[in-house]
């Protein structure tokens, strides 16, 4: 069987997803996880998850965040020197991209929302 | 816990039995971590070859670690390893014997078997008053956690099966008397246990060791060697590794692991960039 | 223990009396373990051992950018008669960069002004565990990608 491995760092943080593992059951494979993935680096806790368990969704079956540009619940128009807040710069340039990027693929699959 | 006392504060006669302890711990963790090696890339599973791989780099360190004590009375690197007699050596037989051939059950009896005894050992020595054996324990310990629960778990899961449970049988039956010689008292037993470096006699251990891996095999459908009622001491293999005596198996494990440092005509041990020992 | 009528022929202390010792406990006395601190940083070193602390913690682990000393592998530091003793641990007994790391300190001791000759007493207790990685070892670590 194959297993799915996702590791917290430390408390409070998302579990990161670090590798597979193969293993007869769940035993073996959350002691292979810990061998892998818990011994050498900071380690607060480990999922372990059997492959079929995990359920995918990608581009090809959905479009992530709609189709219509919603770009208008961004203030990009405002001109307003963010350099006093570095978050409020990183967003505003972040936002950006995002839009930017929209704007080109909002051509292909204007619909319904 | 009490004082402790180092290496050098030591009398005469307990250094040399504290010596001897240190050579059969030192001895057994390297000779075993050499075979372990022997799995990297053909172990069953990648995820077993990993582990075992890791198995065997903690041994390596754990010999390091009692290497150093002995470092520390005088013994130095081509004195302990590479330039020594191996009839000088003082492991047990179970860790020199080679793995039969492509056998993972083999590695995996070896190991249950080692491990249930290694962790009954530690704790003895854990009570030995003298700061070289007992600082490295705690540490020790924490690394050995894997080592019994990889073996467990894969004996369990060789055993379902009845090709698997067969060839745990007959690796028991091969490796046992050998795993026997793990108990076997040296030349400075009597001096061992006089200065209570050991918590705990070896044949008390290994009452203890023949109760746990007795119930466990048993429990998997594996028939002990031994009974209850008969006497270790009569189950020994012709070479018990405790004396210096070995199987015919361990000159040529130890020509390979010196190979190199004879063959460069060494006569110290390089390091990295250059330092010498 | 709630403030309820206590045992006949017990005598609880009051509120403002001296506490008393547990008779359950065994009291030590003397330089025990627990009196150090970890990780151990030299802050209250002077002399020549200060000069070697600061010279160990420019030693830095082999594969990221943080000093030894922040990762708490330097326990202790003393200097008698020119010969600098540094009590250190590693984070792994079958650590391969084991002789670089202590070559490099000794390498770095001995630089020292005063310091004839450095002596390494690798210890395994008290066992190295990440709390001992100080604020600036944490940080170092972070930045390099490391997440503590």
Redesign the interface.
């Known amino acids: 069987m194959r297993w799915e491995v996702f590791r917290q760092d430390k408390r409070g943080d998302y579990h990161k997803h670090c590798g597979d593992i193969h293993a007869p059951d769940r035993e073996m494979a959350t002691l292979f996880a810990q061998i892998q993935h818990g011994r050498r680096m900071t380690t607060n806790s480990l999922w372990v998850v059997p492959s079929d368990e995990v359920t995918e969704i990608d581009t090809e079956d959905t479009a992530f965040g709609g189709r219509t540009d919603k770009a208008y619940r961004w203030a990009t128009t405002y001109n307003v020197d963010a350099s006093f807040a570095k978050e409020v710069e990183d967003s505003e340039k972040e936002q950006a991209a995002v839009e930017r990027e929209r704007g080109a693929t909002a051509s292909e699959g204007e619909g319904d929302d | 816990m009490g004082d402790l006392r180092s290496l050098a504060d030591l009398s005469d006669e307990e250094r040399t039995a504290a010596e001897a302890l240190l050579f059969r711990l030192a001895d057994d963790e390297f000779v075993l971590a050499e075979r372990y090696t022997e799995w990297q890339v053909i172990a069953p ?4 070859d ?2 075992l791989s ?1 198995i065997a ?2 041994e ?3 010999a ?2 009692w290497y ?1 004590a002995l470092n520390r009375i005088g013994h130095t690197e081509q004195s302990l390893v590479w330039e020594r007699d191996p009839g000088s050596f003082r492991h047990s037989t179970l860790v020199e014997l080679p793995f039969e051939e492509g056998d993972w059950a083999d590695a995996i009896v070896r190991s249950y078997l080692y491990d249930v005894a290694e962790d009954l050992r530690l704790d003895a020595v854990a009570e030995s008053g003298v700061h070289e054996l ?7 310990r ?2 050995e956690e ?1 080592h019994l ?2 073996a467990q ?2 004996l369990e ?1 060789l055993c379902d099966d009845a090709d698997g449970l067969d060839h745990v049988q007959d690796a028991t039956d091969r490796l046992f008397e050998h795993a026997l010689t793990l108990w076997v008292p040296g030349p400075e037993a009597a001096a061992i246990e006089e200065y209570g470096l050991r918590g705990d006699s070896l044949a008390s251990m290994r009452r203890q060791w023949l109760d746990t891996v007795g119930s466990f095999l048993e429990s998997l459908g594996v028939t002990m060697p031994l009974d209850p009622e008969d006497d270790p001491a009569d189950h020994r293999p012709a070479a018990v590794g405790r004396d210096g005596s070995h199987t015919d198996h361990w000159p040529r494990l130890h020509d390979d692991l010196t190979e190199t440092y004879r063959e460069l005509d060494r006569s110290d041990v390089r ?3 250059g ?1 010498s020992a | 223990m709630s403030g309820g009528v206590p045992d006949e022929g017990v005598t609880e202390p009051g509120p403002d009396e001296e506490p008393t010792p547990c008779a359950y406990t065994e009291y030590r006395d003397g330089d025990s373990e627990s009196d150090r601190t970890y990780p151990a940083t030299g802050a209250d070193a002077d002399g020549v051992e200060a000069r070697v602390w600061a010279a160990i913690r420019d030693v830095e682990d082999p594969e990221m950018p943080v000093s030894v000393v922040d990762l708490g592998l330097i326990y202790g530091v003393t200097v008698a008669d020119g010969v600098a003793t540094i009590e250190m641990t590693l984070t792994y007994t079958g650590c391969p960069a084991r002789s670089m790391l202590t070559g490099d300190i000794e390498r770095a001791a001995e630089g020292v002004e005063g310091v004839e000759r450095a002596d390494i007493d690798l210890v395994w207790s008290p066992e190295w565990t990440l709390e001992m990685v100080t604020d600036d070892g944490e940080q170092a670590l972070r930045e390099f990608g490391v997440s503590i």
Do not use: C, F, M
């Not at chain 2, 599973?45 to 077993?48: A, D, F, P, Y």
């Open positions: 599973t990648l995820e077993s990993l582990a890791n780099q903690d390596l360190g754990h390091r670690v150093d007992v600082d490295p324990i705690e540490k020790l924490s690394e894997y629960q990889h778990q894969w899961r390091r990295l960039r330092e």
